[in-house]
Every structure is written in structure tokens, then in C-alpha cells.
Nanobody
Framework: QVQLVESGGGLVQPGGSLRLSCAAS????????MNWYRQAPGKERELVAH????????NYPDTVKGRFTISRDNAKNTVFLQMNSLEPEDTAVYYC??????????WGQGTQVTVSS
């Protein structure tokens, strides 16, 4: 069964850090690029990080560049999102995505990140 399972979300104060993890199973993880998206209430889902299959290429939108870092461990079938200097505007449900594993992309169930004092 192909699936993605996110973990690591929670409540953090502004300026704090969180590290999200996404465990993949049921497909050849090392062959596929991976993404992290987020969706805040009332807003469209937004791509926040992309990493190539081998991990050598990463991309970020300006909204998180310099604060977020995506990485992967292909030996452990896991992709990570390190989030630093968090702001209230980062509050959202964060989703792991494998865009080419299945038609329409493979999605995790999401993990809530809340940035608040």
C-alpha cells in the first residue's frame, strides 16, 4: 500500500522551530521527487518546498526561503522539513506530497502547525 505519514507538527511560539517528518512506504522512494505543501484556513494549498529524488536540488517560495529547509534520507524513506524563525503566518496544515507516484499525486493526511504566543 502506497502511503505517506507526516509527523512533528504542534504548537510553537513565534521565532521557534519545528521539524516535520514524512515516512513513505509502498513505492521506490529514492526514485521520486518530494514536496511539502501547506494550507491555512480559507486559503489555497501552497507549495513550500521541493526536493529532487537524490536530494541535490531544492526549491522554495520567497515566503519561506531562508527559514525552511527540506531534506531527505533515502535509506529511511523519509523526507523532512526543518522550519526555523516561525511566524504566525506559517500556521497551517502541512502535507507531504509525492507528485508522480500515482495519478493526481500521493498525499499524506497532514499535520497541524500552529504558531502562536
Amino acid at each position: 500500500q502506497v502511503q505517506l505519514v507526516e509527523s512533528g507538527g504542534g504548537l510553537v511560539q513565534p521565532g521557534g522551530s519545528l521539524r516535520l517528518s514524512c515516512a513513505a512506504s509502498g513505492f521506490t522512494f529514492s526514485a521520486y521527487s518530494m514536496n511539502w505543501y501547506r494550507q491555512a484556513p480559507g486559503k489555497e494549498r501552497e507549495l513550500v518546498a521541493h526536493i529532487s529524488s537524490a536530494g541535490g536540488i531544492t526549491n522554495y517560495p520567497d515566503t519561506v526561503k531562508g527559514r525552511f529547509t527540506i531534506s531527505r534520507d533515502n535509506a529511511k524513506n523519509t523526507v523532512f522539513l526543518q522550519m526555523n524563525s516561525l511566524e504566525p503566518e506559517d500556521t497551517a496544515v502541512y502535507y507531504c506530497n509525492a507528485p508522480r507516484v500515482v495519478v493526481g499525486g500521493l498525499w499524506g493526511q497532514g499535520t497541524q502547525v500552529t504558531v502562536s504566543s
